[in-house]
């Protein structure tokens, strides 16, 4: 019995589906250099860190809804939060 609800949220797409979920139909024009490395960066994390960060900062949800989302505690979410950061800030000091 379908009561109108998706089957799966929009938090639940893009963690799956991550990026290409909610692509545009073109790819844009062009992308900023600075913008460039960040991508990269993220791109060279492992699924469930980019799906913390994906989590983190493209929902507007509590952080215990994304935890559930990724299948994660509320902790184990930050602690793969704060080492997805990390790493991202590390990979672009090395870029310069």
């Given at each position: ?10 938090l639940a797409k893009m ?49 215990e809804v994304k935890a ?29």
């Amino acid at each position: 019995m379908n009561v109108g609800y998706p089957r799966a949220t929009l938090l639940a797409k893009m963690i799956d589906q991550q990026c290409r979920g909610a692509a545009q139909s073109q790819p844009p024009v062009s992308m900023p250099d600075e913008i460039a490395e960040v991508d990269r960066a993220v791109a060279a994390l492992s699924q469930l860190m980019r799906g913390v960060i994906l989590a983190h900062y493209l929902t507007y949800a509590p952080s215990e809804v994304k935890a559930r989302a990724l299948h994660l505690s509320r902790a184990h979410f930050w602690r793969l939060l704060k080492r997805a950061q990390r790493k991202v800030y590390f990979a672009l000091e090395m870029r310069r």
